[in-house]
């Protein structure tokens, strides 16, 4: 697997732009994961990080995003989404004018859940696949008129207890990780939290390669 490692800069409205990691293979693909990270949990996380390897091993490239609120000299504590959104939406369009793609899929972390769905009505974007990772209670309607889509849910997480993963109208889109919270880790057992991190990984990857391809 042979994958350029290049970068993409992002539109920002006050202080330093963005920096987009973008991974590519050498062959061209025709199909790209665009990755929405959480507030404070960046692409180079362990989720984020490894979702995004299991979606270059199925194939796809992956555009990787950082919030503007994110660089460094930028004081932006990340309050403002519709303003967040708007850059991601203005830099997106940017970034399709110059690369095309038939096949597009969202993988989105936390507050990543919240800003996608508004990127995807500005855009207009028809979307293949979406992976919810540990999404937020306010998605809840969005994820049900989502038809594919992976839900990886950590079942100590605060953010999206057991009486919203109730409300999750197709339960087995839902992965719920034992004894897991926020960023799907087990507090005190390191070896449980990789153990779960590889299952993590593997379901994305058996997601994205289960998609059709692309209708754009």
């Known amino acids: 697997m042979d994958i350029e490692n290049t970068t993409f800069e992002a539109t920002s409205k006050k202080g330093h732009p963005a920096i987009y990691s973008y991974r590519r293979h050498s062959i061209q693909a025709d199909s790209i994961v665009i990755a929405f990270p959480g507030q404070a949990y960046y692409m180079d996380a362990p989720v984020m990080w490894y979702s995004s390897l299991a979606a270059l091993e199925s194939g796809y490239d992956v555009l990787g995003l950082e919030y503007s609120f994110q660089v460094r000299g930028n004081d932006d504590s990340g309050s403002n989404l519709p303003t967040v959104v708007k850059e991601v939406s203005d830099s997106l369009s940017r970034f399709f004018r110059d690369f095309h793609y038939k096949r597009i899929v969202f ?3 936390s507050i990543g859940t919240v800003i996608a769905p508004e990127v995807i009505q500005n855009l207009s974007l028809n979307l293949e696949g979406f992976i919810f990772l540990t999404p937020l209670e306010r998605v809840i309607g969005f994820m049900n008129s989502t038809a594919r889509k992976l839900i990886v849910v950590g079942d100590s997480d605060p953010a999206f207890p057991s009486a919203a993963v109730r ?4 339960q087995e889109s839902v992965f719920l990780v034992p004894d897991s919270n926020h ?14 991190l590889k299952d993590i990984t593997s379901r994305c990857g058996e997601f994205l390669r289960s998609l059709p391809s692309g209708s754009q």
């Not at 409300?167 to 197709?170: H, L, M, S, T």
């Not at 799907?184 to 779960?196: A, K």
């Open 107 to 109: 993988v989105a972390k």
């Open 167 to 170: 409300e999750v109208a197709d």
């Open 183 to 196: 960023i799907l880790e087990v507090p005190g057992n390191s070896l449980r939290s990789i153990d779960n």
